[in-house]
Structure formats: structure tokens, C-alpha cells
């Protein structure tokens, strides 16, 4: 059974906070409320969340300043504004400075609850790598930032593991050739728009199988030892894609 989805919902009104937790929890979440910035960075520091539901007119730290500090902080999950308020120009700089979106008050919970339940999905990353060490060590790595990572070593063990949540995949190219794109040709069977990241020793001299591979239209390519802080600027920027088109559409699916 996959985990809860971990919400933390900010707000200096309490009725809103209880009403929203309570309505997430009855449906099988686990999210927990905070009435301040202040409060809410606290909790930041002492256990992981999925994503942040914030006010965006509070006390003494409004929305936007929660979300730089949160940033400031080294966290990378995703930030979505609540507002009843025409507070246009703090979100536009909340969208340029990359928060996932706005939703206003009164919420339309169905479409809520269907973005929050493909948060999870978004984060989730798919590590395709012959090396054990190397799976193993990245995918505690991204666990430990709140990512849901599963890695596979052979072609028989991706059949359902690329599915429909589009997931990320970080894809070694140290595989031989007709191994490397029969597993290539499978994801791509699988999801046509899932986001593919290589992963070589050398980028630069992109020959053979890691040449192919560019040309499934790869987002990016990144060399062994693999820079974490790269690694992670990239997730959380497909993430934050996904996120707001899930966002903006009218069922909160991805369609």
C-alpha cells in the first residue's frame, strides 16, 4: 500500500487549518497543520513533507516569505498558495520564483484531493543502473529529500514499473547496446512523455548507446560521479512542471 501523502497546511486562522487537516485526513493523508510561518518551518525541520499549503496573507511572515525561506533552507518540495484575497502581484512573483500555483478560497476540494493525490507521483523516480552500489546509494540519497524511488538492473524487471504517473527516469547508459534500448524502447512503450535523465561517464563523448539515447528527446545528461545538487535542481524542476500542469487543468489530473 502506497504511503499517505504528507501535507503541511499553514494558516493563521485555525478553523481553516483543523477544517482542511481534518477533511485530508478523513481521506487517507497525513497532513498537519501549522498558524504561522514560524510554526510551520519548525515542523519543516523535524519531519518530511510531500508538499506546503500556505496562507499567503498571515502575521509576521506572509506566504511569500515563507516560501523563500523554505527555499533559503535547502527544501525543494512544492509550495502551493491558498488566498481569498486579490493578492495578484504576490502571486506572480511566488509563480516566477517558483511556486507550483495559487488556489482560492473556498477551495474546490474534489480537484484539490486529485492534485494532492498525484503529488507523490510527481516526486517519484524511476533509477534504471547496472550497478547495484550506484542505485542503492542514489536512492537513498533522494529518499532521504522525499522521493519515491525504486531502481531496476534488467529488462525483465521494468515490465509495470513505468506506469501512467509519468514518473522520472534516470537512466544509466553503461547498459550494452541492445540491452540499453530494448529498456529504452520499453519505457517509451510505456510513457511516451515520461522525462528521461542519462546518466554516463562522460557526456561530452556521447557515442554508442548514450548517442541513441539523446535522441528519445533526454532532458538532461549528467556524469558519474553524479552532482547531487544537480541532480536534485533538476528533479524538483520537472517535478514543479508536472505539478502546475496538473494544477491548471480542470480535474487536477494530468491529462
Known amino acids: 500500500m502506497d504511503a499517505p501523502v504528507r501535507e503541511l497546511v ?3 486562522d485555525p478553523r481553516m487549518v483543523k477544517t482542511l487537516v481534518d477533511i485530508l485526513r478523513a481521506k487517507g493523508h497525513a497532513p498537519q497543520g501549522a498558524n504561522s510561518g514560524e510554526a510551520a518551518l519548525e515542523l519543516l525541520g523535524k519531519m518530511p513533507f510531500d508538499c506546503v499549503l500556505t496562507d499567503i496573507r ?8 515563507l516560501f523563500r525561506t523554505i527555499r533559503c533552507a535547502g527544501h525543494t518540495l512544492p509550495v502551493i498558495f491558498m488566498t481569498a484575497y486579490a493578492d495578484e502581484e504576490m502571486v506572480r512573483q511566488g509563480l516566477n520564483e517558483g511556486v507550483v500555483g495559487a488556489i482560492t478560497k473556498p477551495f474546490d476540494m474534489e480537484k484539490l484531493l486529485s492534485f494532492l493525490n498525484g503529488v507523490r507521483d510527481a516526486g517519484s523516480v524511476l533509477i534504471v543502473d547496472h550497478e547495484p552500489e550506484f542505485c542503492l546509494s542514489v536512492e537513498g540519497m533522494l529518499g532521504a529529500r522525499g522521493f519515491a524511488v525504486r531502481h531496476i538492473s534488467n529488462v525483465a524487471a521494468l515490465d509495470g514499473a513505468v506506469g501512467p504517473n509519468h514518473q522520472t527516469i534516470l537512466f ?3 547498459f550494452d547496446r541492445g540491452t540499453g534500448m530494448e529498456i529504452l524502447g520499453k519505457v517509451r512503450q510505456s510513457s511516451e512523455s515520461a522525462p528521461v535523465i542519462l546518466v554516463t561517464d562522460d557526456c561530452e563523448k556521447t557515442g554508442g548507446l ?7 528527446e533526454a532532458h538532461a545528461c549528467l556524469e558519474k560521479p553524479v552532482d547531487v545538487d544537480r541532480l536534485m535542481e533538476l528533479l524538483a524542476e520537472l517535478r514543479h512542471v508536472k505539478l502546475r500542469r496538473l494544477l491548471e487543468t480542470p480535474s487536477g489530473r494530468d491529462e
Open 10 to 12: 499553514v494558516d493563521d
Open 210 to 216: 548514450a548517442g541513441e539515447a539523446l535522441s528519445i
Open 172 to 174: 544509466d547508459t553503461g
Open 58 to 65: 498571515m502575521g509576521t511572515m506572509d506566504g511569500l516569505t
